[in-house]
């Protein structure tokens, strides 16, 4: 399925009206809310994109290391991150934070409980991100 353009900007145009409803914060840290989901006018182009994949990442941590650290990475080698194992797991879609949550066993899978969601609008925004 080929999406141009213009279709992602339509739908990206139809979350800049939902601002005027539900303000955009885009400094703002995820915030805990329970709201009603939006219901977005079904259209031929709107459906198009909602049948679109996108990554949906957790992120664990991140650091930053040199090449030659890299290099020397080897099996059963434990690789330390700052973060504590009590903070909250971020939520991304392509790339770009939409929540974020804690870590949970679903039968045998990994999974996450979602805790914070940032507002329609900004998530919306974070599907056309690349």
Known sequence: MIIDQQEIE???AQADKLDEVEPRQ?????TPQ???PVIVPSTPEVERLLKL?????VELARRT????AVRRFSLGMIIEFDKSVDEPLRLLINNQPIGEGEAV?????FGLRVTAMRDYSTRIRSMGAG
Do not use: F, N
Not at 26 to 30: E, L, R
Not at 53 to 57: A, G, L, R, T
Not at 65 to 68: K, L, N, R, V, Y
């Open 10 to 12: 339509a739908l990206l």
């Open 26 to 30: 885009p400094s703002a840290p995820p």
């Open 34 to 36: 329970r709201s009603e």
């Open 53 to 57: 994949k996108v990554p949906v990442i």
């Open 65 to 68: 290391m040199t090449i030659s």
């Open 105 to 109: 066993k679903v039968g045998e899978h």
